[in-house]
């Protein structure tokens, strides 16, 4: 089973106490945005055999949103964060790259 420490209150949750919210650092495309773009933003995903990162809802906790970085295939956790980082933390990608040394980045 999935656990990921909420960045908040710091528990241990198990998957059953989240809630999935999916990619996460989607870039959003609004009014004015290219259709091109706006579909992208709607309909696109990402679902790597890898590396992903996510957003989750500590849903049975504290409520609040955060933000993993796991692996797909062997469900490792290499970090969760707060939710308002515009990016993955320095010491969560140095994490990946040294067990991971051809990851390409999560862009
Ligand atoms: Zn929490």
Redesign the pocket.
Known sequence: MLTLE??????K?EETELTPGYEAHLKRFGPGSSDDDFESYMFARKNPKGVHFERWR?AY????W?LAARCTVTLEVFGTYPAQLGEPPADIIAKITAKRPGWEGYK
Do not use: E, L, N, R
């Open positions: 909420c960045p908040y209150c710091g528990v949750a500590h906790g504290c409520g609040k955060f």
